[in-house]
C-alpha cells in the first residue's frame, strides 16, 4: 500500500455535502413534532412585570404556550458554566427563560409551542409582555464603573480579575530599564459567528420508558449530554445526543443553549417531539458573539528593539450573563502575549465585566487572535520607534530553534519551533522588497492610492488539552480524547472517535491515518462520530484539538490492534511475536519475506476465533484514551499588501501570503481550506464585521445585509505555503490548523492599512477599518497639519492618480 | 424570517394584473423577481394581503430598438441586461450598471421594473436611467401613459405610479457613443452602493438624442436623485474637478452604519469627479 498521509486526497465528506444529501437538523423529518416558537426581549434590560399568552393559546395549531415563571419548576440548576476561573467570580444565575428580568436584546421570555412552524411563530407575535424598561450599558469602561448594574444582585458588573504575573518586580524593572517603551490601547470589536448553517434542536422523547433523544447542531455532544442532564434533570443514561450534519460553528456551537433544555424540557412536558429552528436574526441575538474586548498593551525594549517585558491588561466583554465557557476564552490567550518572542518578563491581567448585551463566548481562535493582534500591532509599534522594519523587529526578537522545547516567561513550554525561515519564506513570497520600493515610489509621486504591507508572525496553542492543566485553570473537565478501532470480519475497519467533525474533515484525515497504519484502503474505513450512543466517550471538537489529542487516540488505538494482530499472526505463522515485522498491513517473519499474513486476514481468524491463541479473546478491536503531556504550538508568518485610497478609505488587499506550520500534515488539501477560511475570517474582523449595537443596546447589524460577512469577491486568492516542524509531544507529530488563519490574519491587515496611513501620522484605526474610519482618521490629520496632507493631495478632492481611461470613449468600469 | 399570511394570485396578463389592482386596491403588491419585496415581507416590514404575481409574463421582457431610443420590457431580468448586445452597443451605462447588482443569483432574479418601481434611493438602476434621460411606460385601467424618470421617484420608496398601475416599459435613448460612467462605492462586493454615481456627456448639441450631461446619484437623498448643480456646473462650462464640487449642493443625505452625511457628501464628490473624467469631455 502506498502511503495516504500527506497527500491530497479529496474529501470523503464532500459528494454527501455538494449533493445536498446531507442532513442537518433542519431536514429530519420527525413525525408528530411540535414547532417551538421563542419570543424574546425587545429590551436590552428590563424587568418582567407579567406575560401573557392568553391570545397566543387562542390561535389555531397552538397547543401550549408559557412563560419563564411558568417554566422554572423545570430546571434542576441554572444554565451551567464550566470554567469558573477564578475562586471569587461571580456568576449570576440565570436559566433557559428569563424568569423575572431580561439582560439582552434577545433573551427569551416566552415560549410557544405550535403544530406547525408557522403557526407558532405568528402566534409568538400575541404574546404580550409587560417589561418595566431598566438603563442599558453598553460600553465595556462604563459597565466597570457600575454606573448601571446589569445584575443588582450582583452589586458589581465585575464578574472576575484573573492574573498571570509570575515575577511583578522583573516586570518593573524591565520597564523601568527600557529605552523604548510601547503603550498602546486596542480594541477587539464583537464579532457574530455566522455559521451557515443557524442553530437547530429536537428533542424526541421515547413513548416509553424515559429516553429521550437530542438532535442539536453543536459541536459538543459529549459535553452537552452531561450538562443538559443536570440542568433539565433527567439521568444521563436516559439521554442521548446527536449532532447530524452541522454546518459549521466556529465556536458558537461549543455551548450548551437555552434552546437545547427548552426543548427537551417541553418535550417531556408534552411527551410529543419538540422542534426549534432559529432564523438568521435570532441567530445573531441569541447565538453567542465572540471577541469584546479592550486592551492595554505595554512592551518595554533595549536600544535595539529588543523586548524585555511585556504588560497585558485587558477588559473582556461577558455579556450578559457567562455561558459555558465564557469567563475563559481571555485565559486561552493569556499566556500568548508574548507570541513567538523571547520576552524576559510576563504580566497579564483580565477582568471580565457583565454589559446587557448577547453573551460573549468561544470564538475560532478565542483568545489567541487576541493576543497575537495586541502584540502583533504593539511590535509594529515598536519598529516605528526603533526605526527599523517591521520584519528586522521580528527576527532580532524571535525564539531562536536551538531554545526548544522553549520555557516561555509566562510559563509555557513550546514544544516546537522555528520562526525565522516561515517568515523568510512569507518575505520572498509577497516580494516584500519590491513592495517595499513601490511604496516609496508611490509616495514620492504623491500617489494618492497608498501601498501599505504588513506582517504577523504567531504562534498558538492548540490541542485542548492536559487535563492537568485545566485542572491548574479550573476548568471543570479534563482535556483527553478516545477513539476505538475495530476490524469487521470483512476486513474494513470501524472509527469510533469522541471528536465531532462540523466541516473539519475528520473522516477523511482519519481514514488516512488508519489506512496507513492497517494497511487498508481509506474507501475501506468507516467513522462513527457525533452520537453519544455510538461514540460514548469524547470531548468533541474545538480549539484546533481533534487531530493532535483525538487522532493521536485514534493512531495510538491502531497499535493495539496491530499489536494483538501480532499475536495472532505470530501463533498462525508458527514463530514468536518478536520474529514478526509489521509494515503497510502485513505481517512478515523476520529473514523470511515469503512468510506473511496481511492484517485482515488476522482480522478474519480473530472473528472466527477458530484458531486463536489460548487465552486470547476473539475480534480485534481497542480503544484508547488520550490525555496530552502538553499543547501543540503550531506557527508561522502571513504578510499582507493593501492600497488604501486616500479620497475614499477603501481598502483594498491586493495580495495575502500565510507561511504555517503545523508540524506533520496529513492532508494538505484539508489544511490549506483551513488556512483559507480563516485568513478570510480573521481578515474579515480587519476589514468587515462588527456587531454594533446603538446606546439602547439594540443589535444594529442583526442581519447580514448590515453585519458584512465578506463573499470570495472580497478578498484576493491567497498564496500559502507550510514549513514542517513535527511536534513531539504525539506519536504522529502534528499540531493542528483550524483556527491558524484566523489568529493570524487581522494583525496582518491592519498592520498593512497601518503602514499604508504612516505617511499620514496614523497609528491607529479601530477594527473594522471601515472606510468611513479610514477617511476620518486622514481627515483630522491633515486638518491638524495644516492647509496640506502628507501627499499634497487633501480630503477636498483634488485631482489625484484616477487619471481618465480612455477620455471620451467608452471606457466602461468593468 | 417568514411573512405574514398573504393570498397570492398568479395574473396571465398585464391587463389582469391591473384589474386585480383595481380589485384589491392598497393591499396589492406586484410580485416580479421577488428581490425586494420579499425580504422586506420576511421582516414583516411589508405585509401585503395579497401578492399579485406578473414574474411569468413573458410578453414584458424584452429589449428592442425603437427609433432613438431603446426599450426594455419591465420583467426583463437584470442579467438579461448584463448580457445585451443591443445595449452593450447602444447604452452601454445600463448592462455596466445591471451587471453589479447585487450578486449572480440575484441579477437572474430581479427584474429592471422591479428595481426602479420600488423606488429604493440605494438601487443602481434609478439612477442610470435618471443620467439617461429615460422614461417609464405605464398602464392602468384608462390607458398608457409615459413618465419621465425626472418625474417617477417622488419620494422614499415610493414613485408616481398609481396604485392600479402596472410599470411595462422603460424607456432610455441612445448613447450615440457619448462618454459613460458607472461608480459604485460600497463595502462588499455584493452590496448596496454607499454611494454611487451615474454619468453621461454628450457632445454639445450633438446627435438627435441631444447635448449635455446627465449625472445622477445613488444613495445620496430620500430618492434617487439627479446632481442638477453639477450638470449646470458643466453646462456653465466648469471642469470636472469644478463640477464635482457640487455633486451633493442642496442634498441631505442618509446617516447609517456605513456612513455619516458628511462622508457621502464627500465621497459623491470624489466619485462624481471620477465619473466625469471617465466619461470624458
Known amino acids: 500500500m502506498t502511503a495516504v498521509v500527506g497527500t491530497r486526497m479529496l474529501r470523503k465528506e464532500d459528494p454527501e455535502l455538494l449533493t445536498g444529501e446531507a442532513r442537518y437538523v433542519d431536514d429530519l423529518v420527525i413525525p408528530g413534532a411540535l414547532h417551538l416558537a421563542i419570543v424574546r426581549s425587545t429590551y436590552a434590560h428590563a424587568t418582567i412585570k407579567s406575560v401573557d399568552v392568553s391570545a397566543a393559546l387562542a390561535q389555531p395549531g397552538v397547543v401550549a404556550a408559557f412563560s419563564g415563571a411558568d417554566l422554572r419548576p423545570e430546571w434542576a440548576g441554572p444554565m451551567p458554566c464550566a470554567w469558573p476561573v477564578t475562586e471569587d467570580m461571580l456568576n449570576p444565575e440565570h436559566f433557559p427563560i428569563a424568569v423575572h428580568t431580561a439582560c439582552y436584546v434577545g433573551d427569551a421570555v416566552a415560549v410557544v409551542v405550535a403544530e406547525t412552524d408557522v403557526a407558532a411563530r405568528d402566534a409568538a407575535e400575541l404574546v404580550e409582555v409587560d417589561f418595566d424598561v431598566l438603563p442599558a450599558v453598553v460600553d465595556l469602561e462604563d459597565a466597570l464603573s457600575d454606573r448601571v448594574l446589569v445584575h443588582e444582585a450582583l452589586g458589581t458588573n465585575r464578574s472576575y480579575t484573573w492574573e498571570l504575573i509570575p515575577d511583578a518586580d522583573a516586570v518593573e524593572e524591565a520597564f523601568a530599564n527600557a529605552s523604548h517603551t510601547v503603550v498602546e490601547r486596542y480594541v477587539q470589536q464583537r464579532l457574530i459567528p455566522s455559521a451557515m448553517e443557524t442553530r437547530g434542536v429536537v428533542a424526541v422523547p421515547a413513548v416509553y420508558g424515559g429516553e429521550i433523544t437530542l438532535y442539536t447542531s453543536t459541536q459538543i455532544p459529549h459535553i452537552l449530554r452531561v450538562l443538559a442532564a443536570l440542568t433539565v434533570g433527567v439521568s444521563e443514561s436516559k439521554l442521548r445526543v446527536v449532532a447530524p450534519s452541522v454546518g459549521g460553528g466556529f465556536g458558537s456551537k461549543l455551548d450548551v443553549y437555552a434552546e437545547e433544555l427548552l426543548c427537551l424540557a417541553l418535550a417531556r412536558r408534552l411527551r410529543r417531539p419538540v422542534r426549534w429552528s432559529e432564523d438568521r436574526m435570532e441567530n445573531t441575538q441569541a447565538t453567542i458573539q465572540g471577541r469584546g474586548m479592550i486592551q492595554h498593551m505595554e512592551l518595554a525594549a533595549d536600544a535595539d528593539g529588543r523586548v524585555t517585558a511585556v504588560r497585558a491588561r485587558l477588559l473582556a466583554d461577558m455579556g450578559a450573563y457567562l455561558q459555558l465557557v465564557t469567563p475563559g476564552i481571555p485565559l486561552l490567550g493569556a499566556f500568548l502575549y508574548g507570541g513567538v518572542y523571547d520576552i524576559p518578563a510576563y504580566s497579564f491581567v483580565c477582568t471580565g465585566v457583565f454589559t446587557t448585551k448577547t453573551p460573549t463566548d468561544a470564538y475560532r481562535g478565542a483568545g489567541r487572535p487576541e493576543a497575537t493582534y495586541a502584540l502583533e500591532r504593539a511590535m509594529d509599534a515598536l519598529a516605528r520607534q526603533v526605526g527599523v522594519d517591521p520584519a528586522e523587529i521580528r527576527r532580532r526578537n524571535f525564539i531562536h530553534p536551538d531554545q526548544f522545547p522553549y520555557s516561555s516567561s509566562g510559563g509555557l513550554i513550546f514544544d516546537s519551533g522555528n520562526y525565522e525561515p516561515a517568515l523568510a519564506r512569507a518575505m520572498e513570497m509577497a516580494g516584500y522588497d519590491q513592495v517595499r520600493s513601490d511604496q516609496a515610489a508611490r509616495r514620492s509621486a504623491g500617489a494618492t492610492k497608498h501601498l501599505g504591507i504588513g506582517l504577523s508572525s504567531y504562534v498558538e496553542m492548540c490541542g485542548l488539552a492536559p487535563s492537568r492543566v485545566l485542572s491548574a485553570l479550573r476548568y471543570v473537565a479534563g482535556g483527553w480524547e478516545s477513539s476505538t478501532v475495530r476490524f469487521l470480519p470483512t476486513g474494513k475497519v470501524q472509527v469510533v472517535t469522541g471528536t465531532t467533525p462540523h466541516g473539519q474533515g475528520h473522516e477523511t484525515s482519519w481514514s488516512m491515518i488508519v489506512a496507513d497504519q492497517l494497511g487498508v484502503s481509506p474507501d475501506d474505513v468507516e467513522v462513527l462520530h457525533s452520537d453519544t450512543s455510538i461514540a460514548p466517550h469524547g470531548m468533541d471538537t474545538y480549539g484546533s484539538r481533534s487531530l493532535s489529542v483525538g487522532g493521536t487516540a485514534l493512531w495510538l488505538a491502531t497499535e493495539k490492534v496491530i499489536d494483538k494482530a501480532k499475536l495472532i499472526a505470530a501463533h498462525q505463522l508458527e514463530v514468536a511475536a518478536e520474529d514478526l515485522d509489521y509494515a503497510g498491513g502485513t505481517f512478515t517473519v523476520k529473514g523470511s519475506p515469503d512468510r506473511t499474513m496481511a492484517i485482515g486476514a488476522v482480522a478474519f481468524e480473530a472473528f472466527t476465533a477458530h484458531n486463536l491463541p489460548d487465552g486470547l479473546e476473539p475480534n480485534l478491536e481497542a480503544s484508547s484514551h488520550w490525555d496530552p503531556p502538553n499543547f501543540t504550538f503550531p506557527f508561522g508568518t502571513h504578510i499582507c499588501v493593501v492600497e488604501v485610497d486616500e479620497e475614499t478609505g477603501k481598502v483594498d488587499v491586493l495580495k495575502y501570503v500565510a507561511v504555517d506550520d503545523c508540524g506533520t500534515q496529513i492532508n494538505p488539501l484539508i489544511i490549506e481550506g483551513q488556512v483559507h477560511g480563516g485568513i478570510v475570517q480573521g481578515a474579515a474582523q480587519a476589514l468587515f464585521e462588527e456587531a454594533i449595537y446603538d446606546e439602547d443596546g439594540n443589535l444594529v447589524t442583526s442581519s447580514l445585509a448590515d453585519y458584512l460577512v465578506p463573499s470570495a469577491a472580497d478578498f484576493p486568492s491567497m498564496q500559502t505555503d507550510t514549513t514542517v516542524t513535527p511536534s513531539p509531544t504525539n506519536p504522529m507529530g502534528v499540531k493542528g490548523v483550524g483556527e491558524a488563519g484566523t489568529i493570524a490574519a487581522a494583525p496582518a491587515v491592519m498592520n498593512a492599512i497601518i503602514d499604508a496611513l504612516s505617511p499620514f501620522g496614523i497609528t491607529d484605526i479601530d477594527m473594522p477599518a471601515t472606510p468611513q474610519r479610514i477617511w476620518t482618521a486622514i481627515k483630522q490629520s491633515t486638518d491638524a497639519s495644516g492647509a496640506s496632507g502628507a501627499s499634497g493631495a487633501g480630503a477636498s478632492g483634488a485631482s489625484g492618480a484616477n487619471g481618465a481611461s480612455g477620455a471620451g470613449a467608452n471606457g466602461g468600469p468593468r | ?281
Do not use: C
Open chain 2, 1 to 281: 424570517m417568514i411573512p405574514a399570511s398573504f393570498d397570492y394570485r398568479r395574473a396571465a396578463s398585464a391587463d389582469e394584473a391591473i384589474a386585480l389592482l383595481t380589485e384589491n386596491g392598497d393591499d396589492a403588491k406586484l410580485l416580479a423577481g421577488g428581490h425586494s419585496l420579499l425580504p422586506l415581507m420576511k421582516l414583516r416590514l411589508a405585509r401585503p394581503s395579497v401578492l399579485i404575481d406578473i414574474s411569468r409574463l413573458a410578453d414584458l421582457s424584452y429589449i428592442r430598438a425603437d427609433g432613438d431610443q431603446i426599450a426594455i420590457g419591465a420583467l426583463t431580468r437584470h442579467h438579461d441586461v448584463e448580457v445585451s448586445e443591443l445595449l452593450a452597443r447602444e447604452v452601454p451605462l445600463l448592462p455596466a450598471a445591471a451587471g453589479q447588482v447585487g450578486d449572480p443569483q440575484i441579477r437572474h432574479r430581479g427584474t429592471i421594473g422591479g428595481s426602479l418601481a420600488h423606488g429604493d434611493p440605494a438601487s443602481d438602476l434609478p439612477a442610470v436611467v435618471l443620467a439617461l434621460g429615460g422614461s417609464m411606460v405605464v398602464r392602468g385601467p384608462g390607458g398608457e401613459r409615459s413618465i419621465p424618470a425626472t418625474e417617477f421617484f417622488a419620494g422614499f420608496m415610493e414613485t408616481a405610479l398609481a396604485a392600479d398601475e402596472v410599470l411595462t416599459e422603460i424607456r432610455v435613448p441612445r448613447l450615440e457613443g457619448a462618454g459613460w460612467s458607472f461608480q459604485k462605492f460600497n463595502r462588499r462586493a455584493h452590496d448596496w452602493a454607499i454611494v454611487g454615481v451615474a454619468a453621461v456627456r454628450r457632445g454639445a448639441g450633438s446627435g438627435a438624442n441631444g447635448g449635455g450631461a446627465g449625472v445622477a446619484l445613488v444613495n445620496m437623498a430620500s430618492t434617487p436623485v439627479r446632481a442638477t448643480a453639477v450638470e449646470e456646473a458643466l453646462a456653465g462650462g466648469a471642469s470636472a474637478t469644478e463640477a464635482a464640487a457640487h455633486a451633493a449642493d442642496g442634498l441631505d443625505p442618509p446617516s447609517d452604519i456605513n456612513a455619516t452625511p458628511e462622508f457621502r457628501r464627500h465621497l459623491a464628490q470624489v466619485l462624481v469627479r471620477r465619473a466625469l473624467e471617465e466619461a470624458g469631455a
